[in-house]
């Protein structure tokens, strides 16, 4: 079974700074997605990422895939109020046309 | 625009009284799906359909039934709501195959009384 652990679950930063969420997950897989969620509303899709090494920017995002660790990355720079959301990895399940999400990193982006 | 449609955003029912939720696409899409989301929680996969295949997830309670009646439209039956049901219901479309990527509708809210 396909399980996938984000950390931090709870995230509170200041603007200006760096930070990094991480997705791991336990079997193999080449397709991750990054999904961003605010209040109330939707699941909004950010990144696809497709191969080993992968590395996909918008903004102040960057996310990337290491296929052999079993790991995604989200990085977010010099955070603004805005990006204040809920972010889920989904990995594809392989084989099916389902995705696995982890429990999503709740963000807090401070004045 | 291509776009997920759901209808309604916000549903209000009784409990015990059967509610539809709609899901509607323009993308032409194959796979359509049904999540559960909770508060402060992951979505939860409830079903989907391949074209017309239907597949049911495991532990899905059998009070949740879906139709998919042409490749635009989708709709989630809860044939006797719950207090427990009470959810955001999120409806997502995808090519299915190699590339997974899911698209997702609005959201309907649903409260149970």
């Known amino acids: 079974e396909l399980k996938v652990e984000q950390n931090p679950l709870f995230l509170s930063m200041q603007e200006g700074k760096n930070y990094t969420i991480y997705c791991n997950y336990s079997?193999?897989?080449?397709?991750l997605y990054w999904y961003r969620q605010d209040p109330g509303k939707s699941l909004e899709s950010l990144f696809v990422?497709?191969?080993?090494?992968a590395v996909k920017q918008e903004g102040r995002l960057m996310a990337s895939l290491d296929t052999k660790a079993r790991l995604s990355t989200l990085h977010i720079t010099a955070a603004v109020h805005d990006l204040s959301a809920t972010y889920f990895c989904a990995v594809d399940l392989g084989g099916s046309e389902k995705l696995v999400f982890g429990k999503g990193t709740k963000l807090t982006v401070n004045p | 625009d291509a776009m997920v449609i759901q209808n309604p955003r916000y549903q209000v029912t009784q409990f015990g009284k059967p509610v539809t939720l709609s899901c509607s696409q323009t993308?032409?899409?194959?796979?359509m799906y049904w999540y559960q989301q909770k508060s402060s929680q992951a979505p939860k996969l409830l079903f989907h359909?391949?074209?017309?295949?239907?597949?049911n997830e495991a532990d899905t309670p059998d009070n949740f039934q879906s139709r998919r009646p042409n490749t635009s439209f989708c709709f989630l039956d809860i044939r006797s709501p719950g207090l427990g049901d009470a959810a955001m219901y999120l409806c997502?479309?995808?090519?299915?195959?190699?590339?997974?990527?899911?698209?997702f509708g609005p959201g309907t809210r649903l409260t149970v009384l």
């Open positions: 990422l497709l191969s080993n090494g």
């Open positions: 359909y391949y074209d017309k295949d239907f597949n």
């Open positions: 993308l032409n899409h194959n796979v």
């Open positions: 079997t193999t897989s080449d397709r």
């Open positions: 997502a479309t995808g090519l299915g195959g190699v590339y997974n990527e899911q698209f």
